[in-house]
């Protein structure tokens, strides 16, 4: 991956880890105002909801798609567009709203997803665009 051509590079959204965020801002509210040692436990729930998101990257590359989640090993998956043979979108009602969604890529001999893009904005665009690689 590093000297090959890079068409398009993707964290997961920030609203695909609203969750984290969300608790970690209540565990602060709730810790300022009542306990106030929870306070740092909320700060550091939004800390670790945005390692998380930056340490996850999707690439589409010039000979095929890949995911590196990279924080503190480091972990590849790679796949061939000649090999793809089923592209999924998956989106619920509030991804749907948000814009964001998932994306399944599986190939031949196996019958497990190979590459999952969780959590990308714009997930129909990415299928277009890895479509038209095939």
Known sequence: MD?????????PDPLYFLGFYC??????????FFLIYIAPLGFLAIILGEVVRRAETFYILESGVAREYKLLSTSRE??????????KVNQSFLDNIFGIGNLHLNTAGSDK?????????????????IRGKM
């Open 23 to 32: 608790s970690g801002i209540i565990l602060m509210v709730v810790g300022f």
């Open 113 to 129: 997803t190979e590459v999952n893009f969780c959590g990308i904005k714009n997930p129909y665009e990415i299928e277009k665009i």
């Open 78 to 87: 790679f796949c061939e567009y000649e090999k793809i043979q089923d592209i």
């Open 3 to 11: 000297n090959e051509q890079i068409i398009k590079k993707v964290h």
